[in-house]
């Protein structure tokens, strides 16, 4: 059974920069898709950003998070990184890891598997 365990969130003052890792455990991962999620209260779970886990690694991103986020895989550890810089208030939710068997995708939807998640907080 797949796992998927996320860490790294945590408290930071606007304009900080937070790392969130997420391990994955359970499979094989060679023709899956990674995804990072978040959900804020009172909101839906939106679609942050995707990494193919094989290949050349192709990748997604929302455009609220362009040029501010970074995703990344380790294959070696299989796990996936998703690197939060010039964070805003706005970024404050908890943040959920996701693996699909497929291509990368942005629809919360199409993953099959989703870790526990790690809370963000973002202060003005």
């Known amino acids: 059974q797949v796992q998927l365990v996320e860490s790294g969130g945590g408290l930071v003052q606007a304009g900080g920069s937070l790392r969130l890792s997420c391990a994955a455990s359970?499979?094989?991962?060679?023709?899956?898709?990674m995804g990072w999620f978040r959900q804020a209260p009172g909101k839906e779970r939106e679609f942050v950003a995707t990494?193919?886990?094989?290949?050349?690694?192709?990748?997604y991103y929302a455009d609220f998070v362009k040029g501010r986020f970074t995703i990344s895989r380790d294959k070696a550890k299989n796990t996936v990184y998703l690197q939060m810089n010039s964070l805003k208030p706005e970024d404050t939710a908890v943040y959920f890891c996701a693996a699909r068997s497929g291509p990368i995708a942005t629809m919360v939807g199409t993953y099959d598997y989703w870790g526990q998640g790690t809370q963000v907080t973002v202060s003005s």
């Open positions: 990494i193919s886990w094989m290949g050349g690694g192709n990748i």
């Open positions: 359970g499979g094989t991962f060679t023709s899956y898709a």
